[in-house]
């Protein structure tokens, strides 16, 4: 039995060290950029050609994270519902509290906390994934210009707080009029460096925002559906949950 145990302790070793030296090699380097005039530039015409304008002044959107979440976001009083499986939370962003419905039980104390945690965090992520680019100039960001290879420039923003894991980079590839194609990825979560994913599938809010729904990173896509805005929640023919 030792000898059985330790044959499988040697695997499970074989096996961690193969699953690091393969992210390791399949990593790459963030590149170093230039900050300046020149990043700036880059930036406005970025939020020119996804209209961040017309963004800001959208006031309620709706969408659906890959099946799996659901978000209806009041921007401008920070109202939040977010449904996923059997929970809902109904809650206001800037107080941080609301309610919390698992099935038919309301939770409180403790409970209720660890699930109004669970649901930022949820929305932290799914928003960005909805829309990244407007928070290129967030506070605690920097942004700079990397040449590729080609010729062309990008665009790397760097956050240093904000979300739930400050200390990400993004490499923002843009077309020749500013809108995103993709970007590479230099985040805590993911073990690969550098990892490209697609931003396309674009569609138009009545404003005229314009939103990114599918994204592809070749192992897997990640779909956003259901996306929806309004001024105002009879526009979406829904009634206003935060009463």
Same mark, same amino acid.
């Given at each position: 039995?030792?000898?059985?145990?330790?044959?499988?302790?040697?695997?499970?070793?074989?096996?961690?060290?193969?699953?690091?030296?393969?992210?390791?090699?399949?990593?790459?380097?963030?590149?170093?950029?230039?900050?300046?005039?020149?990043?700036?530039?880059?930036?406005?015409?970025?939020?020119?050609?996804?209209?961040?304008?017309?963004?800001?002044?959208?006031?309620?959107?709706?969408?659906?994270?890959?099946?799996?979440?659901?978000?209806?976001?009041?921007?401008?009083?920070?109202?939040?519902?977010?449904?996923?499986?059997?929970?809902?939370?109904?809650?206001?962003?800037? /107080?941080? $509290?609301?309610?919390? *419905?698992?099935?038919?039980? %309301?939770? =409180?104390?403790?409970? +209720?906390?660890?699930?109004?945690?669970?649901?930022?965090?949820?929305?932290?992520?799914?928003?960005?994934?909805?829309?990244?680019?407007?928070? /290129?100039? $967030?506070?605690?960001? *920097?942004?700079?210009?990397? %040449?590729? =290879?080609?010729?062309? +420039?990008?665009?790397?923003?760097?956050?240093?707080?904000?979300?739930?894991?400050?200390?990400?980079?993004?490499?923002?590839?843009?077309?020749?009029?500013?809108?995103?194609?993709?970007?590479?990825?230099?985040?805590?979560?993911?073990?690969?460096?550098?990892?490209?994913?697609?931003?396309?599938?674009?569609?138009?809010?009545?404003?005229?925002?314009?939103?990114?729904?599918?994204?592809?990173?070749?192992?897997?896509?990640?779909?956003?559906?259901?996306?929806?805005?309004?001024?105002?929640?009879?526009?979406?023919?829904?009634?206003?949950?935060?009463?």
């Amino acid at each position: 039995m030792k000898k059985f145990l330790k044959i499988i302790g040697i695997i499970i070793l074989v096996l961690v060290v193969l699953g690091v030296g393969s992210c390791f090699m399949l990593s790459e380097k963030m590149p170093e950029g230039v900050e300046g005039p020149e990043a700036e530039a880059l930036t406005d015409k970025m939020f020119e050609a996804i209209d961040k304008e017309a963004w800001d002044t959208t006031r309620i959107v709706t969408w659906d994270f890959m099946g799996l979440h659901q978000f209806l976001w009041n921007k401008e009083t920070t109202d939040l519902k977010v449904n996923w499986g059997d929970t809902e939370v109904v809650m206001n962003l800037d /107080a941080y $509290d609301g309610t919390v *419905t698992k099935g038919s039980e %309301t939770l =409180e104390g403790d409970d +209720k906390r660890k699930v109004i945690d669970k649901a930022f965090s949820f929305f932290c992520n799914d928003m960005f994934w909805l829309n990244a680019p407007v928070k /290129a100039r $967030d506070e605690g960001t *920097t942004r700079s210009i990397v %040449t590729q =290879e080609d010729g062309s +420039k990008a665009l790397l923003v760097q956050y240093s707080s904000g979300g739930v894991t400050p200390g990400d980079a993004y490499l923002w590839m843009l077309d020749d009029s500013g809108m995103p194609t993709g970007w590479k990825m230099w985040t805590q979560i993911l073990p690969v460096k550098g990892i490209y994913t697609s931003w396309e599938g674009w569609k138009t809010l009545p404003t005229g925002a314009q939103i990114s729904s599918l994204h592809d990173m070749k192992i897997y896509k990640m779909n956003i559906s259901d996306i929806k805005s309004g001024q105002s929640y009879a526009e979406l023919g829904i009634e206003n949950p935060f009463k």
